[in-house]
C-alpha cells in the first residue's frame, strides 16, 4: 500500500514537472499595442493613411487604433470616423450604409480608440464634408488585424 503511494506521489509529481516546463517554454502572451492612427499628423486632411498602415503594421488582434482630432472650429473643419461595410463602399465613400463610430468631438484630447477584436478587414474613413475628405483628402484606410498569438512570429 506505502509503495502505491509512493509512485502516486511520483506521478503527481512527474506530471508537476511536466506542466511546469510547458509553462516555461511556452512564448509569453503578447500585449496588445496602441496606435495614434496618422502618428503627430493625427487624424486629418491629406495625409496618406494607406502608407501609415504599410509604414506601421501589421496589426493584431486587441490592438488598440486611436484617432485623434480636434473639434471643429473657424479654423479646423470638422472630421468623424465612419466604419464602411466592404470594399466596394470604402473605393467609393458611399456612407450610405457606413457605420459612424466617432463623431466630429469625439477625436478631442485623448481621441477615440478603437479596439481591433475581430479578425477581419476594417474599412476606416472620414465622412465629413459629403465624402470628400474621403475621396479628394485621403482620410481612407484598411486594416486587416492578424491573430494576437502570431505577433511574436
Request: glycine share 10%; proline share 2%; charged share 15%.
Given at each position: 500500500?506505502?509503495?502505491?503511494?509512493?509512485?502516486?506521489?511520483?506521478?503527481?509529481?512527474?506530471?508537476?514537472?511536466?506542466?511546469?516546463?510547458?509553462?516555461?517554454?511556452?512564448?509569453?502572451?503578447?500585449?496588445?499595442?496602441?496606435?495614434?492612427?496618422?502618428?503627430?499628423?493625427?487624424?486629418?486632411?491629406?495625409?496618406?493613411?494607406?502608407?501609415?498602415?504599410?509604414?506601421?503594421?501589421?496589426?493584431?488582434?486587441?490592438?488598440?487604433?486611436?484617432?485623434m482630432y480636434d473639434p471643429p472650429n473657424a479654423t479646423v473643419h470638422?472630421?468623424?470616423?465612419?466604419?464602411?461595410?466592404?470594399?466596394?463602399?470604402?473605393?467609393?465613400?458611399?456612407?450610405?450604409?457606413?457605420?459612424?463610430?466617432?463623431?466630429?468631438?469625439?477625436?478631442?484630447?485623448?481621441?477615440?480608440?478603437?479596439?481591433?477584436?475581430?479578425?477581419?478587414?476594417?474599412?476606416?474613413?472620414?465622412?465629413?464634408?459629403?465624402?470628400?475628405?474621403?475621396?479628394?483628402?485621403?482620410?481612407?484606410?484598411?486594416v486587416k488585424p492578424k491573430s494576437s498569438a502570431c505577433r511574436d512570429?
Open positions: 500500500m506505502a509503495g502505491m503511494a509512493r509512485s502516486s506521489a511520483a506521478v503527481v509529481a512527474a506530471a508537476a514537472v511536466v506542466a511546469l516546463l510547458a509553462l516555461a517554454l511556452a512564448p509569453a502572451a503578447s500585449t496588445a499595442e496602441r496606435f495614434v492612427v496618422g502618428d503627430a499628423a493625427r487624424w486629418t486632411w491629406g495625409y496618406n493613411y494607406t502608407d501609415w498602415v504599410i509604414k506601421k503594421g501589421p496589426f493584431f488582434q486587441n490592438d488598440t487604433l486611436v484617432f470638422a472630421h468623424s470616423v465612419y466604419m464602411m461595410r466592404n470594399l466596394a463602399d470604402y473605393q467609393s465613400c458611399n456612407l450610405k450604409a457606413a457605420k459612424l463610430v466617432a463623431g466630429i468631438t469625439q477625436g478631442a484630447g485623448s481621441g477615440f480608440e478603437f479596439v481591433l477584436t475581430k479578425r477581419k478587414k476594417h474599412y476606416f474613413v472620414c465622412g465629413e464634408r459629403g465624402g470628400i475628405h474621403c475621396t479628394m483628402g485621403q482620410m481612407k484606410f484598411i512570429d
